[in-house]
């Protein structure tokens, strides 16, 4: 269980404004957890902030290095935030912040960029009921239907359990995954080996929760994901809103919308539980 964390203050402003985490004084907190509940339903509240760093090196020896920092926050309703920041290549470049919003009460995936003018929300129907279509009657013709590509072949995974161990004061059990694509199977003369590290969280309000992650791939290069700073608070609700002056554009699942649509707002996802 997590005896020493720290806090963070998260800030989503509008437009022209950046999307700030700044630390707080550390405090310890006791965490219980009722008896008799399952692990799934006594998660309890946090904000965590990660750093990745990806890097891929060139034929030619060049290394390509990106940063990314991502807030994630979840209250007591369920209620979900993912803002992702990466850093720009170039110094005159303003940094972009993607943030996504998944509401399971309101049945709501909304979607917004720091800096930008409009917010996506999406409406998602209730279980069992029917999605409504745009338009009255269906499109003349048959559906072009997508191409099936041939999965590519690799051998059967090897999974590793790596122990406890406790990362930035948090207790975490790790697992190592090796996949192996056999010489020949893309075009490639020596076998590719991509192994994935993964360092998660133990304690029964914390399920799910990702302190370490590490990526070896001899395509995409190696990605780290690290936890810096974890603080066992009720977010504040501002966060889970698009930030004030922003114009909200409703959407139903399949297409349906009022309002001005974006084209390039990301759609969001609803995260795994």
Do not use: H
């Not at 979900?80 to 709501?108: E, I, K, W």
């Amino acid at each position: 269980m997590v005896g020493r964390t720290c806090g963070l203050l998260i800030c989503i402003v509008a437009a022209g404004c950046a999307f700030s985490v700044s630390s707080q004084v550390s405090r310890s907190r006791n965490v219980t957890v009722e008896m008799g509940n399952p692990a799934r339903g006594a998660r309890l509240p946090y904000t965590a902030q990660y750093k990745t760093t990806q890097v891929r090196t060139l034929a030619d020896g060049t290394t390509i290095t990106r940063e990314t920092t991502e807030v994630v926050a979840i209250d007591s309703q369920g209620r979900r935030m993912n803002a992702t920041t990466t850093t720009p290549l170039s110094g005159d470049q303003t940094p972009v912040t993607r943030v996504t919003v998944f509401d399971p009460a309101a049945r709501t995936n909304s979607s917004w960029s720091v800096p930008g003018e409009r917010a996506t929300v999406i409406q998602m129907p209730a279980p069992g009921s029917e999605r409504s279509s745009c338009t009255s009657s269906a499109p003349l013709g048959l559906p072009e239907m997508p191409v099936a590509r041939a999965p590519v072949p690799r051998e059967r995974p090897v999974i590793e359990n790596l122990g406890n161990d406790t990362i930035l004061g948090v207790e975490a059990r790790g697992r190592r995954v090796t996949t192996i694509i056999p010489a020949g199977a893309i075009g490639n003369d020596e076998p590719l080996i991509r192994t994935t590290e993964t360092w998660t969280a133990v304690a029964p309000g914390l399920f799910g929760l990702v302190v370490r992650e590490a990526t070896d791939d001899p395509q995409a290069g190696k990605t780290t994901k690290e936890l810096e700073s974890l603080a066992q608070d009720e977010p504040d609700a501002s966060v889970f809103q698009p930030p004030a002056g922003y114009e909200i554009v409703n959407k139903e699942v399949g297409g349906c919308s009022s309002g001005r649509p974006d084209s390039t707002e990301p759609l969001p996802v609803a995260p795994p539980q």
